[in-house]
């Protein structure tokens, strides 16, 4: 198989940082602003398969691998961590890019780095869209996938858990190819990750963000609180709750054309307003 070509940056602490842009745009209309996309733990570009080609028609993309992930550096032991690192990677990226504000598309974790960028620098962000990403993972189950993962490895252990990412009508090749990617991580690197997010709750930031914000919870959550996503859309001044009935974690895998859309939708409102 062909992998798509990325280009590379170096962070601040001197990690090697993958990334790739993508502009199926009319070359003679304004570009307008383009559209941040940041992957699942465990993700990587080649997750945004479906997504790119539906959004990159009308916006330019930006895809970056978070720090640990696809072709991007995995840190040494001795390099901190912190969710605050990855908010700060992805400014660097807009930075080298001269790219002043963008619309930012997280999924999950990459929804983390969302939100806590549009809290920190404001003026960066002039739309955040949240799928499946809740204000952190404090008090969840995830805290301890890193102590599974150690005993069967990442592989194995979301094979054993894909029900709670994917509903029982899932393509059986989507979710072995899911389980496959999301295999070849460095199981370290995502204990380092998990447990970090897992320590993490910024609820009482969420009034902070005051961009226009689409959150699209996923029916059945099986990871966290399905009411969480009511709380961040009462918290969140100008939110927008939507909600996929019936369907666990993955809705970003699992339905990837009909949330690009749902993007491309809020994104015409945020113009029409």
């Not at 080649?46 to 009308?58: E, F, G, K, L, N």
């Not at 930075?95 to 780095?113: E, K, M, Q």
């Not at 899911?178 to 380092?192: E, H, K, L, S, T």
Request: net charge negative.
């Amino acid at each position: 198989m062909i992998e798509p070509t990325l280009s590379r940056f170096t962070s601040s602490d001197g990690i090697s940082l993958a990334y790739r842009v993508d502009d199926f745009t009319d070359p003679w209309r304004d570009q307008g602003i383009p559209v941040l996309m940041l992957h699942a733990a465990m993700g990587r570009y080649r997750r945004w398969y479906a997504w790119t080609p539906i959004i990159a028609r009308q916006h330019a993309t930006i895809s970056m691998e978070l720090r640990g992930h696809g072709s991007s550096q995995i840190p040494g032991a001795d390099v901190p961590f912190s969710l605050e690192r990855l908010v700060q990677d992805a400014r660097e990226l807009l930075d080298l890019l001269a790219v002043p504000r963008v619309h930012v598309v997280g999924l999950s974790a990459g929804g983390y780095v969302g939100q806590r960028l549009a809290i920190e620098s404001p003026e960066r962000v002039a739309t955040l869209s949240l799928f499946a990403s809740t204000p952190g993972l404090k008090g969840t189950q995830a805290a301890t996938w890193p102590e599974r993962i150690g005993k069967v490895g990442i592989e194995a252990f979301v094979r054993a858990t894909a029900s709670d990412r994917f509903g029982p009508d899932a393509d059986p090749a989507l979710v072995d190819w899911f389980c496959r990617q999301v295999g070849a991580n460095d199981p370290a690197w995502i204990g380092r990750f998990v447990t970090h997010m897992s320590s993490r709750d910024w609820t009482e930031d969420l009034p902070r963000i005051t961009c226009p914000t689409l959150i699209v919870a996923p029916g059945h959550e099986p990871i966290g609180e399905n009411n969480t996503y009511e709380v961040m859309a009462k918290a969140i001044p100008n939110a927008t709750l939507i909600e996929y009935d019936g369907m666990p974690h993955n809705i970003g895998d699992a339905a990837p054309e009909r949330c690009a859309r749902e993007v491309l939708r809020f994104l015409q409102g945020y113009r029409a307003g």
